[in-house]
Structure formats: structure tokens, C-alpha cells
């Protein structure tokens, strides 16, 4: 998931200067589990914009599953606020950079609201593990090696980077020279490859990372899934399970 | 091993002679004059010289023009440190054949200190290549004339690439494997972090020889010419272990008050540990010594006389 914080709450004050009329909208997905687009969020942002002299004229929540970048459900909510979409001097999106931008794109394109619109949060890129602390472990580079790495991504893991570690700063604890709270990530490879009998591949020579792969935008073009069949699966599921 | 030889360095070390190194430090400044001046005053005792690139991160005069300088104006043989920090592979490529271009026959490749580390710390690090595809770009661009992609490379140009080691290494086992990855990727020697155990010495030949390299080794070392050189060493320095009798001389002479008495004192410590630590060395398959005596040049003549 996007891993993401609030943004200083005077940047976003700056950033809103001169406009009066503000509209905000969540995101049930990632900036739900980061507490930084849920309901609550929404409320105390709301409060706050107030107390220095916005006038919040809608709050879109998003109920938890609905991601905001996922415009076969988002929108149905942006259609919902239409008028106050409307009427509004910014729109601030309590969401990551993605939603913010495919909101953005909805409302200019489907619905010809073109307003200011920006992000109260800094995304932090992909991060895994939870509840409460999280670590980004992938940051999508479009050319996976995770099987000749023991399923550990050295490009995210290791501070440098390298396909072909460790360099020469593994502290004696086996920490990271840049970040003494860090596990050496070559050091874990190397340990991990060593438990699934896989050294071989650490002697192997990994080849310069085709960034080709990366160069940006990258698209994707899928069969769009039933939204109404995965949701009554989720139904389902839940119920199975006793949720 | 590449089968032609280039270098005078390369030259002594298929010869089977004992190697003595040098290190050199172009600085962060506009001229290196102090740098030619060392690099003179190691002349006729070690084969070549190291030219640092970017030092613990810090911007400084870059090594390829350093290097041709002090060759030029010397004719000190220099061994040219790349390291991958500030460079993509375009510019390490750039590098490698300007290398050719400036008469430089020996290049070091390796990792580099992390940039944060450093005087820039805020700065974009690259680290597009490591150490070991370094290497293998050189081998490439060398004995191929080809880059990385196969693309042809007119007149390639003509030198050797060494790389590092650290045999202090808490996890020896990996440090040995990744050694045998770079040597896998062409490399012709290696010069070590600095050692002043001479346990870790035979500790680390014997895991070299489990694992199977075969290539040149120059143990490095570092006569410290004060207490807070051997300190930051001891402190700092992933894997370094500096004896406390060592460090414990080395504090006593802060409380010389006469400068030229109090250097005299601190140059024999080094020759009283390091006479001993060399004669070990020369009982071990090390094909020599790197001196990382940087600032201390006059110490690696008295240290080769009590040698021999």
C-alpha cells in the first residue's frame, strides 16, 4: 500500500491562501490505514480549517475499501458532491498523490469541475507490514529479482541500492553504515540464501537494473473486473468468516 | 588474470615480487601541489600510488585529473579509485576510457562511501553500478573494446582493475564470497581495508583459500600519525580493530610538548608495530602492502628500510 503522513499542517494552510470555499474528500484505502483520509482525519482537518477561516462547504468520506484512485467507485461519490464540487474555491485531497491526481483528472475530464486541487499528504511509496509500522519493501521498479534474492528486494532494503552487495559498510552488529537501526539488507540475503541452500545465487553476477523499465509514466491496460461481483465475493467472505 | 600486462603494478605482481602501494589524497581545492609533493616523496619506494575519488564523501579534485597530473609531473604510476556514488554508467564509461585517453593503467573499482555520510549529505546518490558491474564493465571495455550493452568501443583503452576487501569483516564468510563474485567479474587484484591484527591476516587467507581466490592481495594498512587518526579508525572503521598497546603509545606522546620530538616518538611506534606486522605479512600468501600512510609519506621509506 502507499505508505503516507500529513503534510505540516501550516504548508497546507499556505497552500490554501486566498481561497475561501474548500471541499474535502478521503480515501478508504491506503490513507485510511495511515489515518491520514478516514473520517476522523477528515473531521479534525474540517476543524481546523475552520478555527483559520475556511469554510468547509463538503467532507467526502470514503468508507474503508473505497480507494479514491479506483475511479469506478470514487466517482460515484464525486458525483454525489457535484454542486459542492462546484461552488468550491480548492478542493484538498486527504489522500496520496495517486488519488489526488485521478480525481483530479475525473473532475476536469468527466465532470468539467476544474478547480485547484492538491494533496494534504506525502506519499512515501510502497510500504508492507502493519498494523502500526510499516517499511517500504517494493518500490516498483518493473523488473523484479526477488528470486535471486531470497525474496528480500535489495534495491528498497539496502541503502545504496546495490544488485551486487554488500559494499563495505556492514557494522559489526550487522547494521547498515548509513542507518545504524537498519539491518544490513546483503547481509539478510546472504543469510537467507545460505538457510534455503540457494548461495549460488549470491555468487551470481545480477546485470545493471534496466531502468528502461522504470521510465515514467508507466501504463497498464487490463480487462476491467465486475465491481458488483467482487463486492458481493467480499460479502461473502466476510460472512463466511463470521466478520 | 588478464593475460597482457599494462602496468608496472601488474608487472611486479605476475613477477611474484612484494608490492608495496602508496595512497594519495587530491583534496578539495583548486590545486594539488601538496598532492605532487607527496607523490615524489614516495618515489622509488612503492610501485604506484592510489588516487582517492571523493573520499568519505566529500567533493574534492577528481581522481582521472589528479592522476594524470601526478603521473606527468612525478612519473609516479598511479592506480585511479572510481567509485560508483556520483556516477551512472555513461559516466563511469566516460571515466574508464578518459582513464585511456590520460595514460592511466590502473583503476581501482568500488562501491563508495554512502553520500550522506559526507560534507553533501543531502545530495542524489547513483550507485546505478556497483563495485562487482564496475569491474566487469572495465574487463569488458578492456578485453572486449565493447560496453556493457555490447556497443563497440574504437581503441579501447589499456589497463587493469583492482578491488577492495575488508578482511576485518565481522561476517568473513560473505565478505570472501562477494570477493570471489568481483574476482568472477574480472577483477586482477585487490587491495584490503586496513588490517593491523596479523590474526585477521591468516584468518582471511584461509577463508580466501576455502573459497578459491587467486588473484593478487595487498593487505592494506594505515600508520596513524596520531592518537585521534588511530582512534577514528578503531571507532569508525567497519571491521578495523586497532591493539590497544598500539593506541595506548600513540595517546601517551599527546603529552609531548616538542612537536619534532613528539613526531619522532609517533613515527617509532609505527616502525616498532609495523616492522613486526610486515615480517608476518611476508609469511602469508599477501602478494604485498597497501600503505595508506595519506599525509604521512615519509613513514612508508623508514617502515621499507627496517623491512628491507
Known amino acids: 500500500m502507499m505508505g503516507q503522513k500529513q503534510k505540516p499542517f501550516e504548508e497546507i494552510l499556505e497552500k490554501l491562501n486566498g481561497k475561501k470555499k474548500i471541499v474535502l474528500m478521503g480515501c478508504g484505502g491506503c490513507a485510511t490505514i495511515f489515518r491520514t483520509g478516514d473520517p476522523v482525519a477528515i473531521d479534525n482537518m474540517a476543524e481546523k480549517l475552520e478555527k483559520n477561516g475556511k469554510e468547509i462547504i463538503a467532507k467526502i468520506k470514503l468508507p474503508f475499501g473505497v480507494f479514491c484512485c479506483y475511479l469506478p467507485m470514487s466517482s460515484q461519490f464525486l458525483k454525489m458532491h457535484e454542486k459542492e464540487l462546484s461552488e468550491a474555491d480548492a478542493i484538498l485531497m486527504m489522500s496520496c498523490g495517486d488519488g489526488t491526481q485521478a480525481v483530479r483528472a475525473y473532475l476536469d475530464e468527466e465532470m468539467s469541475i ?30 523484479c529479482i526477488l528470486a535471486d534474492t531470497g525474496g528480500i528486494c535489495p534495491l528498497t532494503q539496502c541503502s545504496k541500492g546495490l544488485l551486487n552487495g554488500p559494499c563495505g559498510g556492514t557494522t559489526p552488529e550487522g547494521k547498515c553504515e548509513v542507518d545504524p537501526e537498519k539491518d544490513c539488507a546483503w547481509l539478510q540475503i546472504y543469510r537467507r540464501l545460505e538457510k534455503i541452500g540457494e548461495l549460488d545465487k549470491f555468487l551470481k553476477i545480477r546485470e545493471p537494473k534496466d531502468w528502461g523499465q522504470a521510465t515514467r509514466p508507466r501504463r497498464l491496460s487490463v480487462e476491467p473486473i465486475d465491481l458488483m461481483e467482487k463486492l458481493k465475493e467480499l460479502k461473502a467472505t466476510l460472512e463466511s468468516m463470521g466478520v | 588474470m588478464a593475460e597482457r600486462v599494462y602496468s608496472n603494478l601488474m608487472r611486479e605482481l605476475k613477477a611474484g615480487k612484494f608490492v608495496f602501494t602508496g595512497e594519495l589524497e587530491p583534496g578539495k581545492e583548486g590545486s594539488i601541489e601538496g598532492t605532487i609533493e607527496a607523490a615524489r616523496k614516495l618515489l622509488g619506494h612503492v610501485t604506484a600510488c592510489n588516487v582517492t575519488d571523493n573520499p568519505q564523501s566529500f567533493g574534492c579534485v577528481d581522481s582521472l585529473a589528479a592522476a594524470h597530473k601526478i603521473q606527468a609531473e612525478t612519473g609516479m604510476e598511479c592506480i585511479c579509485q572510481l567509485r560508483c556514488s556520483d556516477k551512472n554508467r555513461l559516466a563511469l564509461l566516460s571515466s574508464v576510457l578518459a582513464a585511456g585517453v590520460l595514460g592511466i593503467k590502473n583503476i581501482l573499482a568500488i562501491t563508495g562511501d554512502y553520500v550522506s555520510l559526507g560534507d553533501t549529505p543531502d545530495v542524489k546518490p547513483v550507485y546505478d553500478l556497483d563495485a562487482t558491474l564496475l569491474t566487469r564493465m572495465i574487463r569488458r571495455v578492456v578485453d572486449e573494446g565493447k560496453d556493457l550493452r555490447g556497443g563497440e568501443i ?59 581466490v587467486e588473484i593478487p592481495i595487498l593487505i592494506g594498512i594505515f600508520p596513524a600519525k596520531s592518537y585521534a587518526e588511530a582512534k577514528f579508525f578503531h571507532e569508525q572503521v567497519s571491521g578495523v580493530t586497532v591493539p590497544e598497546d598500539y593506541l595506548a603509545k600513540l595517546k601517551e606522546t599527546k603529552e609531548i610538548k616538542d612537536k619534532e620530538k613528539r613526531k619522532e616518538r609517533i613515527d617509532q611506534i609505527n616502525i616498532d608495530y609495523f616492522t613486526g606486522f610486515l615480517e608476518h605479512l611476508k609469511s602469508t600468501p599477501a602478494a604485498g602492502c597497501h600503505i595508506m600512510a595519506v599525509g604521512y609519506p615519509e613513514i612508508i621509506p623508514e617502515l621499507k628500510k627496517v623491512v628491507g
Not at chain 1, 114 to 130: H, Q, R
Request: glycine residues 10%.
Open chain 1, 114 to 143: 476544474v478547480k485547484p486541487i492538491f494533496s494534504a499528504n506525502n506519499a512515501l511509496g510502497f510500504v508492507g507490514e502493519g498494523p502500526a509500522n510499516f517499511i517500504e519493501k517494493c518500490m516498483g521498479c518493473g523488473d
Open chain 2, 154 to 212: 574504437r581503441n579501447p583503452p589499456k589497463l587493469h582493475v583492482g578491488v577492495a576487501a575488508n578482511p576485518g569483516s565481522a561476517f568473513l564468510d560473505m565478505e570472501v564470497y562477494k570477493l570471489k563474485r568481483k574476482v568472477l567479474a574480472g577483477a586482477e587484484f585487490v587491495q584490503t581495508q586496513v588490517v593491523y591484527l596479523p590474526e585477521v591476516v591468516d584468518n582471511f587467507f584461509a577463508k580466501v583459500k576455502e573459497v578459491g
